[in-house]
C-alpha cells in the first residue's frame, strides 16, 4: 500500500453519489495518495468505500473513522477484508473510539474505557473467522489516537495513528511516544482565505462541532491551551492551531509543517469558503504540485 505524503480528508454528503465518485477520480489524478472518508450522520463509510474504490484504480480509501461502538468487530473484520480483497490492497481501516456524549446520548449507554475497549475490539477482529479465499497480506488499520495510552495501542498492535482535530505540536507529540516505526497521519483543515476576520468566522464554524467533545479538549490542553481558549467559539490562537488560512504558500507551509513534525501523512481537509460540507476542490488542484511528488515518501504496508 501506497499512501504518500499527502492525501484528502472529506465529508462528500455534500456531493450526489455520482459527484463524490468523480471528486475520488480527480484526487487520484491530482496525484493525492488516499482518501479519508467519516463515519458520521450520513453514508456509511464502509458501504461507501466500496463504491469509491470501484471507481478509482489507484487511489487508497481509508475510513476516518469508523466507530467501533455502532458495529460489531466480526462484521468489521469481514468488511475489511472483503474490500480489501475487492480493492487489491487499497483500502485502509482507521477505527476510533467516539466521545462520550455520543454514547451516552445517542445510544444510551455507558461509555466504556476508551483503551480498554479498543484492546478487545481488535482481539476480536483479530479473531474473527475468514471463510474467503487467502488474502494477499494482512489489511492495515489505524487508530484515531491523541492520548499517550492510544497512541502506544496503536503503535502495538496497528499499523499507526490517525490524530484529528490536533495542531502540529501534537504530531510532535505523538511522534516521540510511538516511535519511528509506525505510521502518523494527522488530519488538518486548510482555507484559502487571507482575510483574517473571514477567515476565522469560517473557521470557528468548521470547528464548532468539535471544539466541546471531551476527548479534543483534553487533547489540546495537553497542547497547552486553557479554559479561556475555549470560550466564545475559541480564542484566535486556537483556531489558528487547528485551521491553517491565508494564501496557498501559508497553507502548504502548514502541512509540511506536519511533515517536519513527524507526520508520515498528512490527510488535508480543504473548507470550501462558503459551502459548510463540501470540500475546496480548487484548492486541492492549486496546492498538489507543491505537496506532490510522485515516488518520494511513500509509505508501504511491510
Known amino acids: 500500500m501506497q499512501i504518500g505524503r499527502v492525501?484528502?480528508?472529506?465529508?462528500?454528503?455534500?456531493?450526489?453519489?455520482?459527484?463524490?465518485?468523480?471528486?475520488?477520480?480527480?484526487?487520484?489524478?491530482?496525484?493525492?495518495?488516499?482518501?479519508?472518508?467519516?463515519?458520521?450522520?450520513?453514508?456509511?463509510p464502509l458501504v461507501h468505500a466500496g463504491w469509491l474504490l470501484a471507481h478509482t484504480r489507484r487511489l487508497v480509501v481509508a475510513t476516518g473513522i469508523v466507530n467501533i461502538h455502532l458495529r460489531q468487530p466480526i462484521a468489521v473484520a469481514g468488511a475489511q477484508r472483503t474490500l480489501h480483497e475487492q480493492s487489491g490492497g487499497r483500502f485502509l481501516l482507521g477505527l476510533g473510539v467516539s466521545h462520550e456524549p455520543f454514547i451516552t446520548q445517542l445510544l444510551g449507554r455507558e461509555y466504556p474505557r476508551p483503551v480498554a475497549s479498543m484492546r478487545a475490539y481488535l482481539d476480536a477482529m483479530d479473531q474473527a473467522p475468514w471463510a474467503g479465499p487467502p488474502l494477499d497480506g494482512k489489511p492495515p488499520i489505524v487508530l484515531a489516537a491523541l492520548g499517550p495510552k492510544m497512541l502506544a495501542l496503536a503503535a502495538e498492535r496497528t499499523r499507526g495513528a490517525h490524530p484529528y482535530f490536533a495542531p502540529p505540536s501534537n504530531t510532535a507529540r505523538s511522534r516521540q511516544i510511538m516511535g519511528e516505526g509506525a505510521w502518523l497521519c494527522p488530519e488538518q483543515k486548510l482555507l484559502l482565505e487571507s482575510d483574517p476576520q473571514r477567515a476565522r468566522v469560517r473557521a470557528r464554524a468548521a470547528i464548532a462541532g468539535s471544539l466541546g467533545l471531551?476527548?479534543?479538549?483534553?487533547?489540546?490542553?495537553?497542547?497547552?491551551?486553557?479554559?479561556?481558549?475555549?470560550?466564545?467559539?475559541?480564542?484566535?490562537?486556537?483556531?489558528?492551531?487547528?485551521?491553517?488560512?491565508?494564501?496557498?504558500?501559508?497553507?502548504?507551509?502548514?502541512?509540511?509543517?506536519?511533515?517536519?513534525?513527524?507526520?508520515?501523512?498528512?490527510?488535508?481537509?480543504?473548507?470550501?469558503?462558503?459551502?459548510?460540507?463540501?470540500?475546496?476542490?480548487?484548492?486541492?488542484?492549486?496546492?498538489?504540485?507543491?505537496?506532490?511528488?510522485?515516488?518520494?515518501?511513500?509509505?508501504?504496508?511491510?
Open 7 to 44: 492525501g484528502v480528508w472529506a465529508r462528500t454528503d455534500g456531493l450526489s453519489i455520482g459527484e463524490s465518485a468523480e471528486f475520488a477520480q480527480r484526487i487520484e489524478a491530482l496525484g493525492y495518495g488516499a482518501l479519508w472518508i467519516p463515519d458520521a450522520f450520513g453514508r456509511d
Open 214 to 302: 471531551p476527548n479534543y479538549r483534553l487533547n489540546l490542553e495537553r497542547a497547552g491551551f486553557t479554559a479561556t481558549d475555549f470560550e466564545n467559539g475559541g480564542s484566535d490562537r486556537l483556531v489558528d492551531s487547528l485551521v491553517a488560512w491565508g494564501d496557498r504558500e501559508s497553507l502548504v507551509g502548514r502541512v509540511e509543517e506536519h511533515l517536519a513534525a513527524g507526520a508520515t501523512h498528512v490527510c488535508i481537509q480543504a473548507l470550501d469558503p462558503d459551502h459548510p460540507t463540501r470540500p475546496d476542490l480548487g484548492l486541492l488542484e492549486a496546492i498538489a504540485p507543491r505537496l506532490v511528488r510522485p515516488g518520494s515518501g511513500d509509505s508501504r504496508v511491510g
